[in-house]
């Protein structure tokens, strides 16, 4: 009995130290402590009304986190869906995030990984930074996109990515990942690196800031729903099995 409720050892990558996690080791709604929620109409056109600590949304179960988005009219929307946050609970600055997740397939689904600048609510957007770890289209089946979002000098946006092929991202769980210094930013799924961002100066770079993680899923949208929505479709869960992030070791 003392074995089983024992906590599990994670093993961290070489030269990286835990520095948060979670697990998901529990039931019922996300651990307080750890996460916060988007609430409303948010962003970018979307369909979903993302709700606030509504267990059919977002739920810990068997060991994962389940985004569930449902289509059912809610405070004026046709769909619910939820968006993890940590700002106000978890900032960091330099590091690596791991995420191990598996996709929702429905057209219009718009899941992501990301983090933001925690001084967003002082500086805006999008001089605040934005780095997207993971985004996925539905309608764009196969490929992972990873993307910087950045001020231009003299203002506007300024963006720039990569993108992965990745056949079962609906089917399994893989790790997607982004290590963070002051030299660059690189981006993996399964340990495959395949989009590097590197330093080029203070006018392109504006991630020297603690920031925040979302985790979140959105449908329809400017982007997500580009090729509609399938209605038939839902509910459409996105799972979680672990978040973790991690620091460079001291010497």
């Not at 995030?97 to 718009?110: C, D, H, Q, Y």
């Not at 490929?143 to 910087?148: K, M, P």
């Not at 989009?195 to 504006?206: L, M």
Request: aromatic share 14%.
């Amino acid at each position: 009995m003392l074995a089983a409720l024992a906590t599990a050892v994670i093993a961290s990558p070489a030269g990286w130290s835990l520095i948060w996690s979670d697990e998901f080791n529990g039931r019922g709604l996300p651990d307080p402590k750890k996460w916060d929620y988007e609430v409303g109409l948010v962003r970018n056109k979307e369909a979903q009304y993302y709700t606030k600590a509504r267990l059919e949304n977002a739920r810990v179960l068997g060991g994962r986190l389940i985004i569930e988005a449902r289509r059912e009219p809610f405070q004026g929307s046709e769909y619910t869906s939820a968006s993890l946050i940590t700002l106000g609970k978890f900032a960091f600055q330099y590091g690596r995030v791991e995420v191990s997740a598996k996709l929702p397939k429905g057209l219009g689904t718009w899941p992501a990984i990301w983090i933001m600048g925690e001084d967003r609510s002082q500086v805006g957007w999008p001089r605040c930074g934005e780095i997207d770890i993971m985004e996925h289209v539905a309608h764009n089946p196969k490929t992972i996109h990873a993307t910087i979002h950045q001020i231009k000098d003299g203002g506007g946006h300024w963006s720039k990515g990569g993108t992965m092929t990745l056949d079962t991202y609906g089917d399994q769980f893989h790790v997607y990942a982004m290590e963070w210094s002051k030299e660059k930013l690189d981006f993996f799924v399964d340990d495959k690196l395949y989009f590097t961002f590197p330093y080029e100066g203070p006018s392109k770079w504006t991630f020297d800031r603690r920031m925040y993680l979302l985790i979140n899923l959105a449908i329809g949208g400017a982007w997500g729903g580009a090729k509609g929505i399938d209605a038939s479709a839902f509910p459409q869960r996105y799972e979680v099995d672990y978040v973790r992030i991690y620091q460079k070791s001291k010497a």
